[in-house]
T-cell receptor, first 115, second 115 residues
Framework: KAGVTQTPRYLIKTRGQQVTLSCSPI?????VSWYQQTPGQGLQFLFE???????NKGNFPGRFSGRQFSNSRSEMNVSTLELGDSALYLC??????????????FGEGSRLTVL | QQQVKQSPQSLIVQKGGISIINCAYE??????FPWYQQFPGKGPALLIA?????SEKKEGRFTISFNKSAKQFSLHIMDSQPGDSATYFC??????????????FGQGTILTVHP
């Protein structure tokens, strides 16, 4: 069974640009969550989608947005990039949501560098 | 914002020693406490998890101790091996409310096991 696939794995952008990251969950998983990982801050929750609906949202500015498609694939977008957005963005999928959110399966992440 | 405080930030242990990582939480409305392990260049992966109705769970060399009254839980790694060198994250899962099922992670502990 294929794992969670994130693309691109690495990207470099400049301040003010926008970026779109993609995540393909494990087949059959309907929940996709996004996390930002930076040294010292750990894993910061961005948002969670289940069956194309945003269920939870973290404390990030509106420049961070996401969506989920009918095939459970998800994208996140960051507009007007800032230097502080440089981070590893992790996507995780789960078979359920709410009390059925058991094990999260993470991808290897998309490493974004903003210059 | 609900927080999970994890300590220490980094830990160095000799091979064969015991590694102990602690987490404390503020909210009581959690129903699931997992630990994730992350190797460099990889996404986090579930290591072991516990529910609040038990005080301890052991899987091989890994043990979670849970103290509900103190709102603390810890990961013990017995007979630590160089292959255990990784970053460890504790997490809590919301048991209800608008953030039902949301996982909040600690800041992470970088464990180094010297041979």
């Amino acid at each position: 069974k294929a794992g969670v696939t994130q693309t691109p794995r690495y990207l470099i952008k400049t301040r003010g640009q926008q970026v779109t990251l993609s995540c393909s969950p494990i087949s059959g998983h309907r929940s996709v969550s996004w996390y930002q990982q930076t040294p010292g801050q750990g894993l910061q929750f961005l948002f969670e989608y289940f069956s194309e609906t945003q269920r939870n949202k973290g404390n990030f500015p509106g420049r961070f947005s996401g969506r989920q498609f009918s095939n459970s694939r998800s994208e996140m977008n960051v507009s007007t990039l800032e230097l502080g957005d440089s981070a590893l963005y992790l996507c995780a999928s789960s078979s359920g949501a709410g009390s059925n959110t058991g094990e999260l399966f993470f991808g290897e992440g998309s490493r974004l560098t903003v210059l | 914002q609900q927080q999970v405080k994890q300590s220490p930030q980094s830990l160095i242990v000799q091979k064969g020693g015991i590694s102990i990582i602690n987490c404390a939480y503020e909210n009581t409305a959690f129903d699931y406490f997992p630990w994730y392990q992350q190797f460099p260049g990889k996404g986090p992966a579930l290591l072991i998890a516990i529910r609040p109705d038990v005080s301890e769970k052991k899987e091989g060399r890994f043990t979670i101790s849970f103290n509900k009254s103190a709102k603390q839980f810890s990961l013990h790694i017995m007979d630590s091996q160089p292959g255990d060198s990784a970053t460890y994250f504790c997490a809590t899962r919301n048991a209800g409310g608008t953030s039902y099922g949301k996982l909040t992670f600690g800041q992470g502990t970088i464990l180094t096991v010297h041979p």
